[in-house]
């Protein structure tokens, strides 16, 4: 396993198939990335709970019956083709968790899962470096990975 840090002038360059970036809200990355995907991370987050017709809200309620309106986007991460627009395979767009290790340990399944080798991780605002090098150290094998601290200098 290595873990490399990048320097934010080149986050951008090829190197890794998997990006994994925070929400927006907490990183100037996903802002700046947005604009480069097509705005694919705020169609994505624009999406809003589906309204019920009247009509339909009382027939179901006769029936006892309930209705799904949640959007599509309700799980902690989103994957996007974005091959065509950066240079990668995919970007991942991982909703915040309650600490660094969580966030991680969420990266290290996505991972698996795809069974990638090589991930690009954009660190949300509210993580230190420090934290995160400890819990990717204890958890991450056989994995290339390369990171970018969010700063003002990134946009």
């Not at 968790?97 to 966030?103: A, L, R, V, Y």
Request: hydrophobic share 40%.
């Amino acid at each position: 396993m290595a873990i490399k840090k990048l320097h934010p002038y080149h986050a951008f360059n090829p190197g890794a198939d998997i990006w994994i970036l925070p929400e927006k809200k907490t990183s100037l990355w996903a802002c700046a990335l947005d604009w480069h995907i097509n705005f694919l991370i705020s169609k994505i987050q624009s999406k809003k709970e589906k309204e019920i017709p009247l009509p339909i809200q009382n027939t179901l309620s006769f029936e006892e019956m309930e209705m799904d309106t949640h959007p599509q986007y309700v799980n902690d991460k989103v994957l996007l083709s974005t091959h065509e627009y950066l240079p990668n395979l995919a970007t991942i767009i991982l909703k915040d968790k309650p600490s660094i290790e969580k966030w991680t340990d969420s990266i290290l399944i996505l991972a698996q899962d795809l069974k990638s080798r090589s991930i690009r991780i954009f660190l949300p605002k509210s993580y230190r470096e420090e934290d995160f090098l400890k819990s990717a150290l204890t958890k991450i094998e056989d994995l290339d990975i390369s990171y970018v601290e969010d700063s003002p200098t990134n946009t």
